[in-house]
């Protein structure tokens, strides 16, 4: 797992290839990265699907409640099966980009 945090925004990389580790890393850190935007890049993992997705439902609608961003990056999968909850993009540009438009909706009271 590597961590970069720019300004309100923290990225973590997933470097093992395991969505189920990586996931279980994040839950025990979560205090240190509970006040900030999340990217979760997890496309290093090839394996992963929309059932290891949906994993993070409950990490994302929790980190969402403190009006904060939680985005997840991830390649090749059908983005037409994400649950409307949840925000998953193909690349880590398209998740700056979103949480820059989150930042403005949540200025301007949305």
């Known amino acids: 797992m590597k961590v970069d945090s720019k300004g309100h925004t923290t990225v973590i990389k997933d470097t093992e290839g395991n969505i ?25 993992d090839k394996t992963v699907d929309i059932k290891s997705i949906k994993a993070f439902l409950d990490l994302s609608k929790k980190h969402k409640k403190g009006k904060k961003s939680f985005i997840m990056v991830a390649e090749k999968i059908d983005f037409n099966d994400v649950p409307t909850a949840m925000s998953v993009v193909p690349t880590l540009l398209e998740a700056h980009d979103m949480i820059e438009m989150e930042e403005i909706e949540r200025d301007l009271g949305f």
Not at 21 to 28: E, R
Not at 37 to 42: E, G, R, V, Y
Request: glycine fraction near 4%; hydrophobic fraction near 50%; proline fraction near 0%.
């Open 20 to 44: 189920v580790l990586f996931l279980d890393k994040i839950i025990g850190q979560y205090a240190s990265f509970k006040d900030v935007n999340l990217i979760l890049d997890i496309t290093h």
